[in-house]
C-alpha cells in the first residue's frame, strides 16, 4: 500500500510506450501522435505508461485554452497500468508527471484530459470526469471553462467538503439505541443482584428475570424495520426512473420547506429555440452586411458548446462563407461571444454587459419582448479588437435575437403541488430577470412577480435580505448560488437545490437535499443525492410523497416500538426501588412484542401516507408512546403490589400482566391505525386474534397460566381502568407539550 512512494518516472521512447499501451490499456490502441511518453517503474521495472501529445479534439480545447498559443498546452492522450503497481499508483504518476513536464516542456501552460465515453477493462485505471484542465505555470486559473468557471477550484472545494450526516431519524434511532445500550446494563445487573441476594430468587429465577426486563427495553426490530422501509423506497424511486446516491435524502426531501431551481430545463424544457431576429433602429440595411448572413458567419465560427449557441446555429444557416479570424467564447462572467472577421469586430450577449452604460438607452424595448417571456440577446458591432476580456469599447446594437423555452406541460401541476404543501420556490437563472419572472407566472409559481438582479446583490447581507423576500433572481453568477443555499439555510429553512451543470456542485453540496437532472454534468450528478434519469422535474412530487409515506410510517411504527421500552424501563426501575423481582417472562414479553409491535409494525411501515412531517421524529415518537408506556408501567405495577398483597402467585400475576399490556397494546395500535382502511382493519383484527390464539393454543411456549378468582377479579379491575387512564395520560402529556410551546414562544402543531 505505501510502495507508491517508491515509483520512479522517466521519458521513453515511443518504441517502448507503445507495446506497453497496447498490452494494458482497455482499447488496445495508442495515439499515433503523442509527442512524450513516461514510464512509471518499480523496483527497475516498467509497470505503467503515460502518453502525452497535441490535443485529439481541438474544437473543444481552443474554448478551454483560449489566449493560449498552440504549443502552449498538452493532452493526456493515454494512461495504463498493470496490476502489479500498488494502490494510490495512477495519482503519484499524475503528480510525478507535472513534475517532470515543467522539465522537458517549459513552454507548456495546461494539461487537459478528457473522460472516456465507454466502461473502462481491465488495466484502465485512469478516468477523468469530463475533464481536468491542469495549470503548470498559471496556477491562479487552474480551470478555465467556457463560461468562465474554475472547475478545478471547485473540484478541489468540494472534495474537500465534509460528508452528509445522517437524516434526523437515524440519528434518533441511534441515540435511542446508545441510551438504551448503556442504560440495561447497570439496571440488568441491579436487577440480578436484587433477586439472588435480596429477594431470595434462585440463580435461574434471577437470570430470567433480568433477561425479560432487558429484553423489554431492546427495541429490537426498528433499525431493521426502518432500514428495509428505505430500500423499499429506493427501489419504489428506482421504478420512476429516480437514482437515490444517499437514502437520508428520501426523509430530507419529505422535510424540505424551501426549493431552489433553475428556469431551464426545470421550469422549462431543455430546448431553446429563436423566435425570431428584430433589426434595431441602429441597423441600416443599405449600409450594413445583412443581417442572417452576418450571423450565420458568427455563430458558424463559434462551437456548439451549450444550449444558447445550438438554438443560434439551427436559426442563422444561410453563411456568406467569410472567415473568422479571431474567436471568443461565451463566459459567465463577460456574459458575450465574440468574432472578429478580419479587422471588424461582433459581439453577442446580455443586453447589460454588451451595452453597458448605453443599456437605459434600449431598455424600453428589451423590458417589452422580455415581458413576453424572452431571453434577449444583443448582436451588435464592436469598435475594438476582442481580447477575451470584459468589453470596454462601444458597442452598436444591429439586432435583438429572442430565445424562449417552452413551459414544461406539467410545470404549473408540479409548482402547484409545492404550494398548497407549503414548500417555498425560489427561482435562480442567469438570465433577464423579467424574464425569469415571467416564465415562473406562466409556469404558476406563486410570487413570482417578486424578482430582482442579482449584480445589485454586493454584500452577505444584501443576498441575505433578498432571499427572504424575492421569489426569482436573475443574472445569478455561479458563486451566489452557495450564497443563497446558504442564507437559506441560515434562516432555518430546509433546503433543496436543483443542478444540472459542473457550476451548481457547490451549491448541491451546501444544500440539505440536491437533485440533478440526467442530462446535465457528470459533476453535477455525482454531487447529487438525487438523481432525475429522465430529467423531468414533474416526478418531484412523487419523491416527497415517497419521503413522507417512509418518515410518517417508520414514525408510528417507533411509537409501537417505544410503548415497550419506555414501560420496561420504568417498570425495572419500579421493581429496583420497591425491591420487587420482575413480574413478567421472557417469553410473555416476546408475545406482546409480536402481536402488538412487530407484525403490526412491519405492514404500518408500507402504508400510503401523504401527512405533512411536522416536529421532530424522536420528539413525536417519545411524545405518541409515552402516555402507553405510562399506563402499561401503572396497570402492571399495581397488578403486582395488589396481587402481593392478595397473596397471589408469580404465575398469577405475570399472566394477568401480559393480558394487561396486550389491552394496552391493542388501544395504541388502534389508535396508530387511525384512519382505518380495509389493510389496517385487517392488521389490527389480525394481531388480537393471533394473541388470543397463541394465549389458548401455546400457553406454555408463552408462559400464560390459568388465573385464580381473586386474580381475575383485580384483572378485571384494571382493565376496566386502563382505557381513562390512557386517554387522560394522552391529554396530559398534549396539554404539558401546549404549555411548553406556548412558554417558549413556538407554534403548536400537532404531532
Known amino acids: 500500500m505505501g510502495r507508491a512512494k517508491e515509483l520512479v518516472m522517466k521519458v521513453i521512447p515511443a518504441k517502448v510506450a507503445t507495446p506497453f499501451m497496447k498490452a494494458h490499456h ?19 521495472q516498467l509497470h505503467g505508461v503515460m502518453s502525452y501529445g497535441p490535443s485529439l479534439n481541438k474544437s473543444k480545447i481552443l474554448p478551454l485554452v483560449a489566449g493560449t498559443g498552440w504549443n502552449e498546452y498538452l493532452e493526456l492522450n493515454r494512461m495504463a497500468f498493470d496490476s502489479v503497481l500498488p494502490r494510490n499508483s495512477e495519482s503519484r504518476a499524475i503528480s510525478m508527471s507535472i513534475k517532470l513536464l515543467k522539465k522537458y516542456a517549459p513552454h507548456v501552460k495546461w494539461i487537459i484530459s478528457f473522460a472516456d465515453a465507454c466502461s473502462c477493462g481491465d488495466g484502465a485505471i485512469y478516468r477523468a470526469s469530463n475533464f481536468i484542465l491542469t495549470g503548470i505555470k498559471e496556477n491562479e486559473a487552474l480551470c478555465l471553462l467556457p463560461d468562465g468557471t474554475k472547475i478545478h477550484k471547485l473540484t478541489l472545494e468540494a472534495k474537500a467538503m465534509k460528508k452528509g450526516e445522517q437524516s434526523e431519524m437515524i440519528r434518533s434511532l441511534d441515540k435511542l439505541v446508545k441510551f438504551v445500550g448503556i442504560a440495561l446494563i447497570p439496571i440488568g445487573i441491579t436487577l440480578f443482584v436484587q433477586g439472588f441476594f435480596f429477594n431470595d430468587q434462585s440463580f435461574r429465577n434471577s437470570i430470567v428475570s433480568m433477561v425479560a426486563a432487558v429484553l423489554g427495553m431492546i427495541p429490537e426490530g426498528l433499525y431493521l424495520l426502518a432500514s428495509v422501509a428505505l430500500a423499499v423506497s429506493s427501489m419504489r424511486l428506482a421504478h420512476k426512473k429516480v437514482l437515490l446516491h444517499d437514502m437520508k435524502s428520501i426523509e430530507t426531501l419529505a422535510r424540505v420547506n424551501v426549493l431552489c431551481v433553475d428556469k431551464t430545463g426545470t421550469i422549462t424544457e431543455n430546448s431553446m429555440s429563436v423566435k425570431d431576429m428584430i433589426p434595431t433602429k441602429e441597423y441600416d440595411a443599405e449600409k450594413m452586411p445583412e443581417l442572417n448572413g452576418l450571423l450565420s458567419d458568427f455563430v458558424g465560427a463559434m462551437s456548439s458548446d451549450n444550449s444558447t449557441m445550438e438554438a443560434l446555429k439551427d436559426y442563422f444557416k444561410k453563411k456568406t462563407e467569410q472567415s473568422a479570424s479571431k474567436v471568443v467564447p461565451f463566459t459567465s462572467v463577460t456574459k458575450y461571444s465574440g468574432v472578429m472577421f478580419g479587422e471588424k469586430s461582433y459581439v ?73 404543501q407549503g414548500v417555498g420556490v425560489k427561482v435562480i437563472s442567469g438570465d433577464n430577470p423579467l424574464t425569469v419572472s415571467e416564465v415562473a407566472k406562466e409556469a404558476g409559481i406563486v410570487n413570482a412577480e417578486e424578482y430582482v438582479d442579482a449584480t445589485t446583490l454586493q454584500t452577505d447581507e444584501d443576498i441575505a435580505n433578498a432571499i427572504a423576500k424575492y421569489t426569482v433572481f436573475g443574472r445569478v453568477t455561479p458563486g451566489q448560488k452557495r450564497q443563497f443555499v446558504q442564507a437559506l439555510k441560515d434562516q432555518g429553512k430546509t433546503v433543496a437545490m436543483t443542478g444540472d451543470g459542473v457550476n451548481d456542485v457547490l451549491a448541491l453540496k451546501d444544500a440539505d437535499c440536491s437533485v440533478a437532472m440526467a442530462s446535465g454534468s457528470d459533476a453535477a450528478c455525482q454531487a447529487a443525492q438525487v438523481v432525475l434519469l429522465e430529467s423531468n422535474f414533474a416526478c418531484m412530487p412523487s419523491v416527497v410523497l415517497e419521503g413522507r409515506r417512509v418518515v410518517n410510517n417508520i414514525q408510528r411504527s417507533a411509537s409501537l416500538f417505544l410503548v415497550k421500552n419506555i414501560f420496561s424501563f420504568l417498570l425495572s426501575l419500579f421493581s429496583v426501588v420497591f425491591m420487587m423481582s420482575y413480574p413478567l417472562r421472557p417469553s410473555q414479553i416476546s408475545l406482546i412484542s409480536m402481536f402488538t409491535i412487530g407484525i403490526p409494525g412491519f405492514f404500518l411501515a408500507f402504508q400510503p401516507n401523504k401527512d405533512v412531517i411536522k416536529g421532530h421524529f424522536l420528539t413525536n415518537v417519545v411524545l405518541k408512546a409515552l402516555p402507553a408506556g405510562l399506563t402499561d408501567v401503572l396497570a402492571v405495577a399495581a397488578m403486582a403490589v395488589f396481587g402481593q398483597t392478595f397473596g397471589l402467585g408469580e404465575t398469577d400475576i405475570s399472566t394477568a400482566g401480559t393480558m394487561l399490556l396486550a389491552i394496552v397494546g391493542f388501544m395504541i395500535l388502534f389508535k396508530i391505525c387511525e384512519p382505518f382502511n380495509w389493510l389496517r382493519g385487517c392488521v389490527w383484527v389480525g394481531s388480537v386474534i393471533g394473541l388470543l390464539g397463541c394465549s389458548i393454543f401455546l400457553p406454555k411456549l408463552f408462559a400464560i397460566t390459568g388465573m385464580s378468582t381473586k386474580c381475575i377479579m383485580l384483572f378485571v379491575v384494571f382493565s376496566i381502568a386502563t382505557e381513562p387512564l390512557f386517554r387522560y395520560l394522552t391529554k396530559l402529556v ?13 407554534p403548536v402543531e400537532e404531532f
Do not use: C, W
Not at 482497455?26 to 527497475?44: A, E, I, P, Q, R
Open 734 to 746: 398534549s396539554g404539558v407539550r401546549k404549555l411548553h410551546m406556548k412558554i417558549h414562544k413556538k
Open 348 to 420: 453577442i450577449g446580455a443586453p447589460e454587459f454588451v451595452l453597458r452604460e448605453d443599456y437605459d438607452t434600449y431598455k424600453p424595448d428589451i423590458s417589452e419582448y422580455a415581458r413576453k417571456g424572452y431571453r434577449v440577446l444583443v448582436f451588435g458591432s464592436y469598435d475594438a479588437a476582442l481580447d477575451g476580456g470584459k468589453l470596454t469599447g462601444k458597442v452598436l446594437p444591429m439586432a435583438y435575437v429572442l430565445l424562449a423555452n417552452p413551459i414544461r406541460k406539467e410545470a404549473p401541476e408540479t409548482f402547484a403541488y409545492f404550494a398548497e
Open 26 to 44: 482497455y482499447s488496445g490502441k495508442v495515439v499515433n501522435n503523442s509527442t512524450l511518453h513516461f514510464g512509471v517503474f518499480l523496483d527497475g
